[in-house]
């Protein structure tokens, strides 16, 4: 299995270079991980808060991370971003829990709503489901590592949940936020904001 590790920067102090203005969860611009026995720097694209209901009740702050170097190109970057064969990153941090059938539909439901056809990654989207085996609690912290070759990696408070081979879902999972229906456009535009979008 091909481990997806944060690795301290070299620096005597992490630097955080990142925000989410409403909580002021802070987040590193720039992380060093170890992807298939190889150090991989990642930049921000951008950081952003999931709301729901129409009292803007927090679910989860999340950060992306890009390749260093590797930029999205196309009339819709997040799309783009979507289909990118390049190391990336998705992190979340949940801030209220809530129950194992909300989170896996919170996926589920994007993912169908950006594609009308799953069967290229049907088998893979069954497989993600069945990783989430107990409610979502205050504090999870899901990280979402994706490589060409080694596949993505889902891991959960640092237990590694899964790896999952087959590009396609990553593509679809990463729609979830970067999709041309994504799950809420103001996020999508915070995601992209450090790309200039």
């Known amino acids: 299995m091909i481990l997806a590790t944060l690795v301290m920067l070299a620096a005597p102090a992490v630097v955080w270079g990142i925000t989410e203005q409403k909580t002021g969860t802070e987040y590193p611009d720039q992380i060093t991980i170890q992807m298939d026995n190889q150090k991989v720097t990642m930049n921000a694209t951008g950081v952003g808060l999931r709301e729901k209901t129409f009292l803007k009740v927090d679910v989860y702050t ?5 390749l260093e170097g590797v930029t999205p190109e ?3 970057l997040g799309v783009a971003l979507c289909a990118l064969q390049q190391p990336k990153r ?5 801030r209220r829990g809530f129950s194992r059938e909300k989170l896996i539909n919170a ?3 994007v993912i169908e709503k950006n594609y009308k056809d799953t069967s290229a990654f049907a088998d893979e989207l069954e497989t993600f489901k069945g990783y989430w085996t107990r409610d979502a609690r205050d504090g999870d912290r899901i990280i979402f590592d994706y490589a060409p070759g080694a596949g993505l990696i889902t891991t959960l408070n640092g237990q590694v949940l899964g790896e999952i081979k087959n590009p396609k879902f990553a ?3 990463w729609s979830v936020w970067f999709g041309k229906k994504p799950a809420n456009d103001g996020l999508k535009r915070d995601l992209l904001a450090a790309l200039g979008s």
């Open 62 to 66: 999340i950060v992306s991370y890009l």
């Open 74 to 76: 196309g009339d819709d």
């Open 90 to 94: 998705l992190q979340l941090d949940l």
């Open 107 to 109: 996926f589920v439901e």
């Open 171 to 173: 593509e679809a999972l």
